[in-house]
C-alpha cells in the first residue's frame, strides 16, 4: 500500500514548474547524473568489449556525455520525480552508446542489447509495481515482442540493409515505448523505420549514388523511439 504523505510530496513537485528554482537544479542533477554514467559507460565497455571500447579520443567521450547530458535534461524534464524516469535515463545512456558503437563499427552488440532490456525489464517492472500500472508493464513486453517480430520480418524479407543487430535492438526499443502505450509504440516503430530509409538514402547521395555495404541503422531507430517518447504525452 503507498504512503498518502510520500505521493503527494511527489505530487507537489510533479506540479511545479519546470522553469521554477527546483525544477531547473533536478533536472540539472538529473542531467549531470546522466553524463557521469556516459563516462562510467565508456569504462565498462572498455573493460567488457575492449574492440569497440577503445581507442576514444577525449572528443568522442566528451562529445558522447554531452548528448547524454542533453537527453538526460529533456527526460527529466518530460517525466519529472516519477518513478519510470531511471528506465528512460538508461536508455538514454545506453542509446546514446550503442549509437556510437554502430556509427563506428556497423555492430550492436549482444553484451549491450541485451542487457538494455533485461535492465528495462527490471527498471519498468519496479516503476509499475511503484505506480500500480501492471498494465503498462504487460503492454511493454507485449510491444517488446511485437517489434522484435516486425523487424526480424523485414529483415528477411526486404533488401534495406537490416541487419540482426537491428532486429535485436527493436525488442527494448519496443519495451520503452510500448509502456507509455500503443501510439508511442506505432509511431515509434514506423518512424524508426522511416528514419533508417532516409538515412539510407542520404549515404547514397553522399556515396555519389553508391549504397554503402552496411547501413547503421541503430542510430536512426534510436533517435526516433527517443523523439516519440519525449514528444508525446
Known amino acids: 500500500m503507498s504512503d498518502p504523505a510520500a505521493?503527494?510530496?511527489?505530487?507537489?513537485?510533479?506540479?511545479?514548474?519546470?522553469?521554477?528554482?527546483?525544477?531547473?537544479?533536478?533536472?540539472?542533477?538529473?542531467?549531470?547524473?546522466?553524463?557521469?554514467?556516459?563516462?562510467?559507460?565508456?569504462?565498462?565497455?572498455?573493460?567488457?568489449?575492449?574492440?569497440?571500447?577503445?581507442?576514444?579520443?577525449?572528443?568522442?567521450r566528451i562529445t558522447t556525455a554531452l548528448a547524454t547530458f542533453a537527453l538526460s535534461a529533456l527526460?527529466?524534464?518530460?517525466?519529472?520525480?516519477?518513478?519510470?524516469?531511471?528506465?528512460?535515463?538508461?536508455?538514454?545512456?545506453?542509446?546514446?552508446?550503442?549509437?556510437?558503437?554502430?556509427?563506428?563499427?556497423?555492430?550492436?552488440?549482444?553484451?549491450?542489447?541485451?542487457?538494455?532490456?533485461?535492465?528495462?525489464?527490471?527498471?519498468?517492472?519496479a516503476a509499475a509495481g511503484v505506480s500500480g500500472e501492471a498494465g503498462s508493464l504487460l503492454r511493454g513486453v507485449a510491444g517488446a515482442l511485437i517489434l522484435f517480430i516486425l523487424y526480424l520480418v523485414l529483415a528477411l524479407t526486404s533488401r534495406n540493409g537490416l541487419g540482426m543487430g537491428d532486429v535485436k535492438l527493436a525488442a527494448p526499443l519496443g519495451l520503452y515505448l510500448g509502456y507509455l502505450g500503443w501510439t508511442h509504440l506505432f509511431y515509434g516503430g514506423a518512424l524508426g523505420f522511416v528514419a533508417g530509409g532516409v538515412a539510407s538514402v542520404l549515404l547514397v547521395l553522399k556515396n555519389r549514388g553508391s549504397k554503402p555495404n552496411e547501413v547503421p541503422y541503430g542510430p536512426s531507430m534510436l533517435a526516433a523511439g527517443l523523439a516519440i517518447i519525449l514528444m508525446l504525452p
Open 75 to 125: 527526460l527529466a524534464w518530460r517525466f519529472g520525480l516519477s518513478p519510470e524516469l531511471p528506465a528512460y535515463i538508461l536508455l538514454a545512456v545506453a542509446g546514446v552508446q550503442l549509437a556510437r558503437t554502430d556509427v563506428q563499427h556497423h555492430l550492436l552488440p549482444n553484451r549491450m542489447v541485451l542487457p538494455l532490456l533485461g535492465a528495462g525489464i527490471v527498471l519498468l517492472g
Open 7 to 60: 505521493a503527494g510530496s511527489v505530487s507537489l513537485l510533479l506540479a511545479q514548474p519546470a522553469g521554477s528554482f527546483t525544477g531547473v537544479l533536478f533536472i540539472a542533477g538529473v542531467a549531470l547524473a546522466g553524463a557521469c554514467l556516459s563516462f562510467l559507460a565508456d569504462l565498462l565497455i572498455r573493460r567488457t568489449l575492449p574492440r569497440l571500447g577503445g581507442p576514444l579520443t577525449v572528443r568522442t
